[in-house]
């Protein structure tokens, strides 16, 4: 199949680490590596943001990323974007309009806005992962959501106008259906993870001997890596090794800032590293010098970090929120505890630290949950699946 992958803000050649790249954009990379691995075409189209930059660049075999002119050729906050989309879609419309995808998959909301007009100027089957719903974010967030007032609305639409939409979660399903979405329309397919085989724990991040926890990801207040670090107090023979946060500015960062500042307001300065944005290659070593992996968000729509540190054989202490719900089995690869709560937290983290045993069980048990159920090839696998499901009526409509 030739498959178009539609990610406005998310490419999947960024560096990692800032605010608007994470999760998403490993998705995107890694999924559409896994489809050519299955012998799919496959294009991935993201807003320009270099004017030096080629319009296609290849990422992988099979696998090109097409640069879209959509506003200025310069980096702009995802928050900010949405008065180019009429124009990226119209962009895409041409582009297709003689020679169509098989299918179209958009990811996150703006992208399948994208993709509205571009149905107008071509036809083909078009599936939608909003990899985060604004409904969520406004619940948790209120006045600090950034999103543009247009989003709930546009997102309802969407729902509804998918051939398929495929959410990373059975959380997001509930809240899909709430908005409307079609049942015979929404389908569940996790993010992958990759495995990291023969990697050793690398112990350059921290020399004290004290067990260590890790918090790792995006620096962004909804992590709840600030809940961490007031369990810490709790935990007198922890430290905490805090990896994330922009490549450029990191120690100007505003969240940077106020972690270290939370760590010397609970006296834990001296076991409290922020060590800044971790390479993919340095990532296995990372993860598996940590006795814990604290993944703490107050919401989180899926959540690749803890299927990362299952995928290393490390138990995962996690919020009970969104994707953790179905990756984190508790008391069999880690343990739920409510979000926001650091007392709660700092039992259950006491609880893992205080038990060899146990680690080691939880971890193997993350090791094998992964291998069964989220490496990239199944996940490439049931994606394709809808794929096929969505594209068929469309053949056949050509075929009369």
């Known amino acids: 199949m030739r498959i178009a992958m539609v990610s406005e803000h998310a490419s999947p050649l960024a560096v990692l680490g800032g605010a608007d790249a994470g999760g998403q954009n490993v ?23 270099d004017p030096a930059i080629a319009e296609r660049v290849e990422l992988g075999p099979d696998v090109d990323v097409i640069h879209v002119p959509a506003g200025p ?13 009429p124009a990226f879609g119209q962009w895409l419309g041409s582009r297709w309009a003689a020679s169509p995808p098989q299918v179209v998959h958009a990811h996150f909301w703006m992208s399948g806005l ?66 409307g979405a079609r049942a015979e329309t929404l389908h569940v397919v996790p993010c992958g993870v990759d495995q990291f085989p023969g990697t050793t724990a690398d112990d350059r991040w921290w020399t ?26 709790e935990l007198p023979t922890a430290e905490l090794v805090i990896a994330g946060g922009p490549v450029t500015g990191f120690d100007d960062d505003h ?34 010098s940590a006795d814990v992996v604290a993944c703490t968000p107050w919401y989180e729509p899926f959540g690749i970090v803890p299927l990362e540190a299952m995928a290393c054989g490390r138990p995962v202490v996690g919020s009970a929120v969104g994707g ?70 469309v053949a056949a409509g050509k075929v009369s």
């Open 27 to 49: 998705h995107v990379a890694a999924l559409s590596l896994a489809l050519a691995d299955r012998g799919h075409q496959v294009e991935v189209y993201t807003r320009r943001e």
């Open 73 to 85: 050729p310069e980096p702009i906050p995802k928050d900010e974007l949405l008065p180019h989309m």
């Open 114 to 179: 994208a993709c509205r007009p571009a149905r107008q100027l071509a036809d083909f089957p078009y599936a939608q992962t909003f990899h985060a719903l604004g409904v969520i974010k406004r619940r948790h967030q209120g006045r600090n959501d950034t999103s543009p007032p247009e989003r709930l609305r546009i997102e309802t639409g969407l729902a509804l106008a998918a051939d398929a939409v495929i959410a990373t979660a059975t959380d997001e399903v509930t809240e899909l259906l709430a908005l």
């Open 208 to 233: 004290d001997g004290h067990q260590r926890i890790l918090s790792l990801g995006r620096l962004v207040e909804r992590k709840g890596v600030d809940t961490v670090i007031a369990a810490l107090a």
């Open 255 to 288: 969240e940077v800032r106020r972690l270290r500042a939370e760590a010397d307001r609970l006296g834990l300065t001296d076991r409290v590293r922020l060590v800044g944005p971790v390479s993919r290659a340095e990532l296995p070593g990372l993860l598996r």
């Open 324 to 393: 953790l719900l179905d990756t984190v089995v508790d008391g069999v690869t880690g343990l739920l505890v409510p979000p926001r709560d650091p007392a709660a937290l700092s039992t259950a983290l006491a609880t893992l630290l205080a038990d060899p045993a146990l680690r080691q069980r939880l971890g193997q048990a993350g090791s094998a949950r992964v291998a069964a159920k989220y490496t990239w090839p199944k996940v490439a696998a049931a994606t394709e699946q809808i794929y096929r499901r969505i594209a068929a009526p």
